[in-house]
């Protein structure tokens, strides 16, 4: 299984940036996805995540409303456009897989694959 995560870089404060995670090797629609994101001293956390066949979704707090998160079953690819970047969201994002047919794992929940990160960088 790979996932290979891309779409991060410098941006300013208040704009947006779309990351994309493209996966191999296992049958998409029957993982759940999830974007965790980690920045420089502090532990991985979870960001958002979404069912195999794209029905429900869930955000962490911090960025309810700003992200979406979306996936292409067809293009075994999933998506975190993220707008109203603020600092605070300069963090290596990630991509991660949670084998299940429904619903969603906890934000805390391990996940069975992880993908390398990309970096994202927000300045003020």
């Known amino acids: 299984v790979q996932l290979q995560a891309s779409g991060g870089g410098l941006v300013q404060a208040g704009g947006s940036l779309r990351l994309s995670c493209a996966a191999s090797?296992?049958?998409?629609?029957?993982?759940?996805m999830g974007w965790f994101r980690q920045a420089p001293g502090k532990e991985r956390e979870f960001v958002a995540a979404?069912?195999?066949?794209?029905?429900?979704?869930d955000y962490a707090n911090s960025v309810r409303g700003r992200f979406t998160i979306s996936r292409d079953n067809a293009k075994n690819t999933v998506y975190l456009q993220m707008n109203s970047l603020k600092p605070e969201d300069t963090a290596v994002y990630c991509c991660?897989?949670?084998?299940?047919?429904?619903?969603?794992?906890?934000?805390?929940?391990?996940?069975?694959?992880w993908g390398q990160g990309t970096q994202v960088t927000v300045s003020s």
């Open positions: 090797g296992l049958t998409f629609r029957a993982y759940a």
């Open positions: 991660a897989a949670d084998q299940r047919l429904w619903g969603l794992p906890g934000q805390n929940s391990e996940y069975d694959y």
């Open positions: 979404i069912s195999g066949g794209g029905g429900s979704t």
